[in-house]
Nanobody
Framework: QVQLVESGGGLVQPGGSLRLSCVAS????????MGWYRQAPGKPRELVAT???????NYAYSVKGRFTISRDSAKNTVYLQMNSLKAEDTAVYYC??????????????WGQGTQVTVSS
């Protein structure tokens, strides 16, 4: 099986920083696009940032200039560096990866989610 395991969430004050990590593990798979999504209470899940296998990135307007997505293909890992955090960034953050396996066509895999709380 393929699993995505996240780390790095927690409580931080406004203006602070956090770095989220997500590692994909398993056998007989290849990863295409990867990304981060978030969901606040009472709101639908929204895209935060994506990165292709070639390194092309895309960001939600609300996080441009503050967040940076990156990946290490050799380690099957995607990162989200979050700076200048605001209270409105509070949400559960989910890692996503487009994965193809020998037994199935390409589909999305999701991490378990990690809580990010920005509060004084």
């Amino acid at each position: 099986q393929v699993q995505l395991v996240e780390s790095g969430g927690g409580l931080v004050q406004p203006g602070g920083s956090l770095r989220l990590s997500c590692v994909a593990s398993g056998r007989r798979f290849m990863i295409n696009d990867m990304g981060w999504y978030r969901q606040a209470p009472g709101k639908p899940r929204e895209l935060v940032a994506t990165i292709t296998s070639g390194g092309s990135t895309n960001y939600a307007y609300s996080v441009k200039g503050r967040f940076t997505i990156s990946r290490d293909s050799a380690k099957n890992t995607v990162y989200l560096q979050m700076n200048s955090l605001k209270a409105e960034d509070t949400a559960v953050y989910y890692c996503n990866a487009q994965i193809i396996r020998i037994t199935e066509s390409e589909r999305s895999y999701w991490g378990q989610g990690t809580q990010v709380t920005v509060s004084s």
